[in-house]
């Protein structure tokens, strides 16, 4: 069945609502905070919001520990606030999309306190059990230590790839599928625009009695995501899925797929055979050296796969990741240049491009000064692991100040008052001092800012279709710090040039990129927009070379 909404017309807003409005003053961001800033959202440009998690929950991972899924956090607010958000933001022109979290429930949802009572309980085989108390592989989660936790009252182990406390779902029990459908169509028919499914890919579990390659920690643990993810049987559950659940709605569909490269990645996506419309792969936020070379050769392989119907969601930072800012651009000296080319890159590339909150207003890391200001559970296990390790403590805190999950974390910065007009009361987790200058505020009303310029790219991809359909390929490609490719649609051609480094590049022979004459092409040029001039007049041009300064980025599109 074909799907009705354009999703390919969609950008993507992430909302982690812990940290986005407080309404009520109890330093914890809400449900009735989000209403009040719909406005600001649609005053932005985005048609969709992803809303992380915020369901019942005892917060061990932030809400991806759901104890009732059915039922509100109360943090956030209630069942009737949400209903209120999907009204209101239907107004708005926004549809919202929920977080879907089924490889894993909390341990404290009704089905796991039954399951772990008695072997003979119903919810038992809800989950994944050990056959005995032996544990039977050595597999590392990813919040480190065992994937296996022993459960004294039946004398077995289950399985949890995230925390203890976030057991593993059986997704081979008939059941338990057919529940999380009936919970999916709820939310459906309640009004929700769709699904960002959390790590959808490793719903299905290889043989958990075969040891996973791989290197051992200190404790001989093995940590192989790669062993978890794309196993036999996973096509079929979202085939299924499709089938019971998404086909029959108007709806949007995401997939977070951990350890996936393109051709996986285009069985999940391709047009009409996939049962979703587009994934988030990892290839680029988790290169462990993040040169302009590496990026590029990522792009290089996923290009043909977007060339053949596959899609993708562009983005360089989320909940999970420190902000794209300061990973992949110069916070410090080119803040603004750097965030609008990034902010280029996620708009230009082929796929939905997703903004996650605060880039649009160039958030940046947080220097943490002490342990007791992380609050994430992945970063405090590892403290304790790495500390465990014999890490001194200075290396350990300039590690998790580079690499914690809280960097992005860290409250919206709405304004200069106190805690940046994200809360009256005392935030859950501290603001960034920088604050006083990185603010919606002072970028709404300028018409040189980084959030005007969001303002610009957004409304460039509803006046051209090339930045949504257009075919795309690599071009200059020697050129060490420039990321350029050119796209084509129709009677439209895009050219987009980033010069993603601190020093400027110089580009011979453009002759071979655009027509000479750019008088009837549309440009946009960062630094131009920054500075509030022409856009031609950004662009040196000496004779046949063109003279990129440092973060400049280019669009030209020639009709
Ligand atoms: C996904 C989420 C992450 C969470 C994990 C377990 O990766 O994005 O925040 O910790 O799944 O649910
Ligand atoms: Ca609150």
């Given at each position: 069945?074909s799907k009705?909404i354009d999703w390919?017309?969609?950008?993507?807003?992430q909302?982690?609502p812990?940290?986005?409005?407080?309404?009520?003053s109890?330093?914890?961001g809400?449900?009735?905070?989000?209403?009040?800033?719909?406005?600001?959202?649609e005053?932005l440009?985005i048609?969709v919001?992803?809303l992380?998690?915020?369901y019942?929950?005892?917060n061990?991972?932030?809400?991806?520990?759901?104890s009732?899924?059915?039922n509100?956090?109360?943090?956030?607010?209630?069942?009737?606030?949400m209903?209120?958000?999907?009204?209101?933001?239907?107004?708005?022109?926004i549809r919202?999309?929920?977080d879907l979290?089924?490889?894993?429930?909390s341990d404290?949802h009704?089905?796991f306190?039954?399951?772990k009572s008695d072997?003979n309980?119903?919810?038992?085989?809800?989950?994944?059990?050990s056959?005995?108390?032996?544990?039977?592989n050595?597999?590392?989660?990813?919040f480190?230590?065992?994937v296996?936790?022993?459960?004294?009252s039946?004398?077995?182990n289950?399985l949890?790839?995230?925390?203890?406390k976030?057991p593993?779902l059986?997704?081979?029990n008939r059941?338990?599928?057919?529940?999380i459908?009936?919970?999916?169509?709820?939310?459906l028919?309640k009004?929700?625009?769709?699904?960002r499914?959390?790590?959808f890919?490793v719903?299905?579990k290889?043989?958990?009695?075969?040891?996973?390659?791989?290197?051992?920690?200190s404790?001989?643990?093995?940590?192989?995501p790669g062993?978890?993810?794309?196993n036999d049987?996973?096509?079929?559950?979202m085939?299924e899925?499709?089938?019971?659940?998404?086909?029959n709605?108007?709806c949007?569909?995401?997939?977070?797929?951990?350890?996936?490269?393109?051709t996986?990645?285009?069985?999940?996506?391709?047009s009409?055979?996939?049962?979703?419309?587009m994934?988030?792969?990892?290839?680029i936020?988790?290169?462990?050296?993040?040169?302009?070379k590496?990026m590029k050769?990522?792009?290089?392989?996923?290009?043909?796969?977007?060339?053949?119907?596959?899609?993708?969601?562009?983005?360089l930072?989320?909940h999970?990741?420190?902000?794209q800012?300061?990973?992949?651009?110069?916070d410090d000296?080119y803040l603004?240049?750097?965030?609008?080319?990034l902010a280029?890159?996620?708009f230009t590339?082929?796929?939905?491009?997703y903004?996650?909150?605060g880039?649009?207003?160039g958030m940046?890391?947080m220097?943490?000064?002490?342990?007791?200001?992380?609050n994430?559970?992945?970063?405090?296990?590892?403290?304790?692991s790495?500390?465990?390790?014999?890490k001194d403590d200075?290396?350990?805190l300039?590690y998790?100040?580079?690499k914690?999950?809280?960097n992005?974390r860290?409250?919206?910065q709405w304004d200069n008052?106190?805690?940046a007009?994200?809360?009256?009361?005392?935030?859950?987790?501290?603001?960034?001092?920088?604050?006083t200058?990185i603010n919606t505020e002072n970028q709404?009303?300028?018409?040189?800012?980084i959030?005007?310029y969001y303002?610009?790219l957004i409304?460039?991809?509803?006046?051209?279709s090339?930045l949504?359909?257009?075919?795309?390929?690599?071009?200059l490609?020697?050129?060490e710090?420039?990321i350029?490719y050119?796209?084509?649609?129709?009677n439209?051609?895009?050219y987009v040039l980033l010069n993603?480094s601190d020093?400027?590049t110089v580009?011979?022979?453009h002759?071979?990129?655009w027509n000479n004459n750019?008088?009837?092409?549309?440009?946009l040029?960062n630094?131009s927009f920054?500075s509030?001039?022409n856009?031609?007049?950004?662009?040196?041009v000496?004779?046949?070379e063109?003279l990129l300064k440092?973060?400049?980025?280019?669009?030209?599109?020639?009709k």
């Open positions: 069945m009705k390919k017309d969609s950008v993507v807003y909302i982690y812990r940290s986005f409005s407080d309404s009520n109890d330093g914890i809400d449900i009735k905070g989000i209403i009040s800033k719909l406005s600001y959202l005053n440009g048609n919001i992803w992380s998690p915020v019942s929950s005892p061990d991972d932030n809400g991806y520990d759901i009732d899924y059915y509100i956090n109360t943090d956030f607010g209630t069942m009737a606030d209903d209120e958000l999907l009204s209101e933001s239907k107004k708005h022109g919202i999309l929920m979290v089924v490889n894993h429930t404290e009704e089905w306190k039954q399951a072997k309980n119903k919810y038992h085989d809800y989950y994944i059990w056959k005995d108390e032996q544990k039977p050595n597999w590392r989660s990813f480190q230590g065992s296996w936790e022993l459960n004294k039946t004398n077995e289950y949890h790839l995230f925390s203890k976030q593993d059986n997704w081979e059941e338990m599928r057919n529940e459908y009936t919970m999916m169509k709820w939310w028919d009004g929700v625009g769709g699904f499914l959390d790590v890919n719903y299905a290889p043989d958990l009695y075969s040891s996973a390659p791989g290197i051992a920690d404790n001989g643990f093995v940590f192989n062993h978890y993810a794309n049987g996973i096509h079929e559950i085939q899925m499709n089938e019971e659940v998404f086909s709605y108007d949007l569909t995401v997939g977070e797929a951990v350890e996936i490269n393109p996986e990645a285009i069985n999940y996506v391709q009409d055979k996939g049962a979703l419309n994934v988030f792969h990892f290839e936020v988790s290169l462990e050296d993040k040169s302009t590496n050769k990522v792009l290089k392989n996923w290009i043909p796969v977007m060339n053949k119907g596959g899609w993708n969601s562009n983005y930072s989320n999970d990741n420190p902000r800012v300061s990973v992949f651009g110069n000296k603004k240049e750097s965030a609008t080319l280029t890159m996620n590339l082929p796929g939905t491009p903004i996650y909150q880039e649009e207003i940046t890391n220097l943490f000064n002490s342990f007791s200001q992380f994430d559970i992945e970063t405090i296990n590892g403290i304790k790495l500390r465990n390790q014999g200075d290396f350990i300039n998790f100040r580079e914690s999950r809280d992005s860290t409250p919206i008052s106190l805690n007009g994200f809360t009256d009361g005392k935030p859950w987790l501290d603001v960034n001092p920088n604050y200058e709404i009303h300028d018409d040189k800012s959030f005007t303002q610009e409304s460039l991809r509803k006046q051209f090339v949504t359909h257009g075919d795309s390929k690599i071009i490609e020697k050129e710090d420039l350029a050119k796209r084509t649609y129709k439209e051609t895009m993603r020093n400027e580009i011979k022979s002759a071979n990129l750019l008088d009837d092409s549309y440009i040029d630094l920054l509030g001039n856009s031609l007049d950004g662009i040196v000496k004779g046949d063109i440092p973060w400049q980025s280019i669009i030209v599109i020639e």
